[in-house]
């Protein structure tokens, strides 16, 4: 369990959440509220075991709510949401092959707009799906830990780049965020192996500034 909170904890940093809950379904198909960070909000538990995060859970899809404002799928939750002073969403799956088993649910304090990192969130829900399935093996215990070590590490590099980015570039850090993915989209590369090249050498910032602006 710590290790899931540790993980849970990491995800929340990562997007800028205000929440994150880890949620399973049993073989009864009820929900159960694994983790949340912070654990103060699971008072709300209309937003704990949410509409999104249930979708997401049962069906082993990413399931995002970009604006409760502007969303009109789930009532209940949008009242929910609003009450807690949450604005965004984001569930992602925990699938083990075909099966659905959880989902990782980020809530956000405004609209979950395009700059946060959705594709480091993904790969700590399918860690917590290793860690949730694996057997208590010691050897299959330290193989979890150091796959999540390597995740924040990475995730380190990427937001020392992104820093790095944004002084360079006079913007906010998730736009940097956003230009970091655009860069690395555009020379075909991870945008983990690109940070770790702005931050090995600084000087390729400003050619990687003027290739993003060119037409």
């Given at each position: 369990v710590v290790?899931?909170?540790?993980?849970?904890?990491?995800?929340?940093?990562c997007v800028d959440a205000s929440l994150g809950v880890l949620l399973i379904s049993d073989a009864d198909d009820t929900m159960h509220v694994l983790a949340a960070i912070p654990d103060s909000h699971v008072r709300h538990a209309d937003l704990a075991s949410s509409a999104p995060a249930v979708e997401s859970a049962r069906h082993g899809s990413i399931v995002l709510v970009d604006d409760v404002?502007?969303?009109?799928?789930?009532?209940?939750?949008?009242?929910?949401?609003?009450?807690?002073?949450?604005?965004?969403?984001?569930?992602?799956?925990?699938?083990?092959?075909?099966?659905?088993?959880?989902?990782?649910?980020?809530?956000?304090?405004?609209?979950?707009?395009?700059?946060?990192?959705?594709?480091?969130?993904?790969?700590?829900?399918?860690?917590a799906t290793i860690v949730l399935t694996q057997a208590p093996a010691p050897a299959r215990q330290r193989t979890s830990a150091a796959q999540l070590n390597a995740v924040l590490a990475e995730q380190a590099v990427l937001d020392q780049a992104a820093g790095m980015l944004a002084q360079t570039a006079r913007v906010s850090i998730p736009a940097a965020f956003q230009l970091l993915l655009r860069a690395a989209r555009s020379q075909r590369l991870r945008p983990a192996v690109l940070a770790s090249r702005i931050t090995m050498d600084p000087q390729s910032l400003t050619a990687i500034i003027d290739v993003l602006e060119r037409p």
């Open positions: 290790a899931l909170e540790r993980l849970v904890a990491h995800a929340v940093d404002t502007d969303d009109n799928r789930w009532p209940r939750f949008n009242e929910s949401a609003t009450a807690a002073g949450i604005r965004g969403a984001r569930a992602f799956p925990l699938r083990l092959e075909q099966r659905a088993l959880g989902s990782l649910t980020l809530y956000t304090a405004e609209p979950w707009g395009t700059a946060r990192n959705s594709v480091t969130a993904q790969t700590l829900a399918d860690l």
